[in-house]
């Protein structure tokens, strides 16, 4: 059986991480990419964990403001606008591991860019989640991409570019 993303986090570090090193905790895997990058707030970094659990991650949404996690899906506590001088709105990632939200995630992965005339595409087979992680901070743009197990592959393969149907 493959790996499935079981768990999603975001860690904080407030001073430069090359000179005040957090850590990852063991058998997560940390995307290494400031979700405030740009933004001059706290440090975060999104971490995740893979294992071959029968409850995997199926869906992730970002939430804005106040608004509640719909029914099933689980908020996470960090504003990813965190300590930015600039904050417009609050936003927070909510997981769900409900089978009725999808095929099981496998992979994620974080995106960014300085110009906004430019967007980068998520890689072939990647699903962009709607919502740009700096909106309203006034820093690059974030994008958090995901990558579905497939339909005919068995539990935990990677899709391949043919077969992912976001």
Same mark, same amino acid.
């Given at each position: 059986?493959?790996?499935? /993303?079981?768990?999603?986090?975001?860690? %904080?570090?407030?001073? #430069?991480?090359?000179?005040?090193?957090?850590?990852? =905790?063991?058998?997560?895997?940390? &995307?290494?990419?400031?979700?405030?990058?740009? *933004?001059?707030? @706290?440090?975060?970094?999104?971490?995740?964990?893979?294992?071959?659990? !029968?409850?995997?991650?199926?869906? &992730?949404?970002?939430?804005?403001?106040?608004?509640?996690?719909? @029914?099933?899906?689980?908020?996470?506590?960090?504003? $990813?606008?965190?300590?930015? =001088? %600039?904050?417009?709105?609050?936003?927070? $990632?909510? /997981?769900?591991?409900?089978?009725?939200?999808?095929?099981? &995630?496998? #992979?994620?992965?974080?995106?960014?860019?300085?110009?906004?005339?430019?967007?980068?595409? =998520?890689?072939?087979?990647?699903?962009?989640? !709607?919502?740009?992680?700096?909106?309203?901070?006034?820093?690059?743009? &974030?994008?958090?991409?995901?990558?579905? *197990?497939?339909?005919?592959?068995?539990?935990?393969?990677?899709?391949?570019?043919?077969?992912?149907?976001?």
């Amino acid at each position: 059986m493959g790996q499935f /993303v079981t768990d999603v986090n975001v860690l %904080v570090a407030y001073d #430069d991480p090359v000179r005040s090193p957090f850590h990852t =905790p063991t058998g997560w895997e940390w &995307i290494d990419v400031d979700l405030n990058k740009g *933004a001059h707030g @706290a440090y975060l970094y999104l971490v995740f964990e893979r294992s071959a659990d !029968d409850r995997p991650v199926t869906g &992730i949404r970002v939430l804005k403001d106040d608004e509640k996690p719909p @029914a099933g899906y689980q908020k996470l506590p960090v504003d $990813l606008n965190r300590g930015t =001088p %600039v904050h417009g709105t609050a936003l927070f $990632l909510a /997981v769900t591991r409900q089978e009725g939200a999808g095929r099981p &995630i496998v #992979d994620l992965t974080v995106t960014h860019w300085q110009d906004g005339s430019q967007e980068i595409p =998520p890689e072939t087979g990647y699903t962009r989640v !709607d919502t740009d992680l700096n909106k309203g901070a006034k820093g690059d743009f &974030i994008y958090l991409d995901y990558l579905r *197990a497939t339909e005919n592959a068995p539990s935990g393969s990677p899709a391949t570019p043919d077969q992912e149907h976001a």
